[in-house]
């Protein structure tokens, strides 16, 4: 069973490593994936914000990187709500 997205985010958070935030996006793009539909990938992405959300209120002294990570998915992800306007 693999770890739940925001606890690997969150470890690579901890870590510092350089190329970590790579990896974060590339761990963002792998959860998406998974998604069976496009509803699902929609679903699964709003559930993931409020994950981050939710570790940067744990977890205050990771925001720089959870607000990365952030970034790539409100620049890589539209909703299907953009995509139709």
């Not at 963002?28 to 998974?34: E, G, K, N, W």
């Amino acid at each position: 069973m693999q770890p739940a997205i925001q606890q690997v985010i969150r470890a690579l958070a901890e870590d510092g490593r350089v190329g970590a935030i790579g990896i974060a996006e590339h761990a963002v793009d792998s959860y998406l994936a998974d998604a069976p539909s496009e509803g699902d990938r929609v679903l699964s992405r709003d559930i993931l914000v409020r994950d981050l959300a939710s570790l940067r209120g744990v977890a205050p002294h990771l925001a720089g990187f959870i607000g990365r990570v952030e970034a790539y998915l409100a620049r890589s992800v539209p909703t299907a709500l953009s995509r139709a306007a």
